[in-house]
């Protein structure tokens, strides 16, 4: 299957969620699975396996053909009805919008009030049923739950101890030598006990997150989790990568989420757009390789859909893991019922990656904590 029909599919998804239709990352990689089984053999074969996968209530159908259409129309303007027969007219023209319009949409969602044409969950009150909600479904009021998981995440990071003591005024060690100098002023009897604690180790943490389009239905929640952190005392450093890397932990220091995002959308070039893995951390181990220590935990936030040189991202990562403490990949991906890692830059980087999981629900960004700190 080439490229650009992949990208059509993908563009495909991402329209109609944003047409009200409940379309996740899951769906989008059964539709690419339909049209690898033979569904590609005629348009007709196209619009009827995309139709079953992406579209499954009636009244869904009328989006479906409208934004079909505008993916897979044919160059010469000849649009085919749903009940097979043929009808000429002018191709929809392509929707317009800002440079970034993933931002765009992300930053009027963050101005609407509570409640506005938001189809609410069954049972979203209960903060237990967000658990395992696909953030693929998440709601504008969900992402609260995330600063929550990001900012206890943070404080423990903060608490973890060292190696290292250092004095205190009290706790469960007496510092024998501070001990026994206080003595001497009392005629050598320890009559003021002096106390000392481990010193915390602060985990560093170095996050360059996908900002692909095949990650756009998650790359929202897993920059609102980063910017979570950057609110806390945890030490991160955070950079946003497509078809080139980015720096963005400036951005995500501004308050509030806002202001964070349209900073990014002013800054991010390629928002959206392919995904070019290898040369992007190519990039960060040139120019920002000094970030990465031996107390430095690196993470990798992608779905591994990768159109640039393997040799050259096997490269990248070897050097990335030999820096690092550990290196992390998360993939919103491996959340999805039967998902293999089988693409290109997944079976290029497992070899090289120490941690490989989910980023796709709370539970899985909750079971991060222990990547970090182990």
């Not at 899951?26 to 033979?38: F, I, M």
């Not at 479904?137 to 609260?144: I, Q, Y």
């Given at each position: 299957?080439?490229?650009?029909?992949?990208?059509?599919?993908?563009?495909?998804?991402?329209?109609?969620?944003?047409?009200?239709?409940?379309?996740?990352?899951?769906?989008?990689?059964?539709?690419?699975?339909?049209?690898?089984?033979?569904?590609?053999?005629?348009?007709?074969?196209?619009?009827?396996?995309?139709?079953?996968?992406?579209?499954?209530?009636?009244?869904?159908?009328?989006?479906?053909?409208?934004?079909?259409?505008?993916?897979?129309?044919?160059?010469?303007g000849?649009?085919?009805?749903?009940d097979?027969?043929?009808?000429?007219?002018?191709?929809?023209?392509?929707?317009?919008?800002?440079?970034?319009?993933?931002?765009?949409?992300w930053?009027?969602?963050?101005?609407?009030?509570?409640?506005?044409?938001?189809?609410?969950?069954?049972?979203?009150?209960?903060?237990?049923?967000?658990?395992?909600?696909?953030?693929?479904?998440?709601?504008?009021?969900?992402?609260?739950?995330?600063?929550?998981?990001?900012?206890?995440?943070?404080?423990?990071?903060?608490?973890?101890?060292?190696r290292?003591?250092?004095?205190?005024?009290?706790?469960?060690?007496?510092?024998?030598?501070?001990?026994?100098?206080?003595?001497?002023?009392?005629?050598?009897?320890?009559?003021?006990l002096?106390?000392?604690?481990?010193?915390?180790?602060?985990?560093?943490?170095?996050?360059?997150?996908?900002?692909?389009?095949?990650?756009?239905?998650?790359?929202?929640?897993?920059?609102?989790?980063?910017?979570?952190l950057?609110?806390?005392?945890?030490?991160?450093?955070?950079?946003?990568?497509?078809?080139?890397?980015?720096?963005?932990?400036?951005?995500?220091r501004?308050?509030?989420?806002?202001?964070?995002?349209?900073?990014?959308?002013?800054?991010?070039?390629?928002?959206?757009?392919g995904?070019?893995?290898?040369?992007?951390?190519?990039?960060?181990?040139?120019?920002?390789?000094?970030?990465?220590?031996?107390?430095?935990?690196?993470?990798?936030?992608?779905?591994?859909?990768d159109?640039?040189?393997?040799?050259?991202?096997?490269?990248?990562?070897?050097?990335?893991?030999?820096?690092?403490?550990?290196?992390?990949w998360l993939?919103?991906?491996?959340g999805s019922?039967?998902?293999?890692?089988?693409?290109?830059?997944?079976?290029?980087?497992?070899?090289?990656?120490g941690?490989?999981?989910?980023?796709?629900?709370?539970?899985?960004?909750?079971?991060?904590?222990?990547?970090?700190?182990?």
């Amino acid at each position: 299957m080439t490229q650009d029909l992949v990208s059509r599919v993908v563009w495909l998804c991402r329209a109609l969620r944003e047409r009200g239709l409940l379309v996740t990352t899951a769906h989008a990689g059964d539709a690419v699975r339909a049209l690898q089984a033979g569904a590609v053999r005629s348009r007709d074969h196209t619009y009827l396996a995309l139709r079953c996968v992406l579209a499954s209530r009636p009244e869904d159908y009328p989006i479906f053909d409208e934004v079909f259409w505008r993916a897979f129309a044919p160059p010469s303007g000849e649009a085919r009805r749903t009940d097979g027969s043929s009808a000429t007219r002018r191709r929809p023209p392509e929707p317009r919008g800002p440079a970034h319009p993933s931002l765009s949409r992300w930053l009027q969602q963050g101005e609407e009030e509570a409640g506005d044409e938001t189809e609410e969950v069954p049972g979203a009150s209960d903060r237990s049923a967000l658990v395992h909600k696909d953030f693929a479904s998440f709601a504008a009021g969900d992402l609260e739950e995330i600063e929550r998981i990001a900012a206890r995440l943070a404080r423990r990071l903060a608490a973890r101890p060292g190696r290292r003591w250092k004095a205190a005024r009290r706790g469960a060690r007496v510092d024998l030598r501070r001990t026994v100098r206080r003595s001497l002023s009392t005629g050598a009897e320890p009559l003021d006990l002096r106390f000392r604690r481990r010193k915390p180790r602060k985990t560093r943490i170095v996050a360059l997150c996908d900002v692909s389009g095949s990650m756009d239905l998650y790359s929202r929640l897993l920059l609102q989790f980063l910017y979570a952190l950057h609110g806390s005392v945890a030490r991160v450093e955070s950079f946003a990568f497509s078809t080139s890397l980015l720096r963005i932990t400036d951005s995500l220091r501004e308050r509030p989420f806002s202001s964070a995002l349209q900073g990014l959308s002013e800054r991010v070039h390629d928002w959206s757009g392919g995904t070019r893995i290898g040369a992007c951390l190519s990039t960060f181990n040139a120019e920002w390789g000094k970030l990465v220590d031996r107390r430095t935990v690196v993470v990798i936030l992608s779905d591994g859909w990768d159109t640039g040189d393997p040799l050259e991202l096997a490269a990248a990562l070897e050097t990335l893991a030999a820096r690092s403490r550990r290196l992390v990949w998360l993939n919103p991906l491996l959340g999805s019922p039967g998902y293999e890692p089988l693409t290109r830059g997944m079976q290029t980087a497992l070899p090289h990656v120490g941690v490989f999981a989910s980023a796709h629900d709370l539970a899985s960004l909750r079971a991060l904590e222990k990547h970090l700190l182990a």
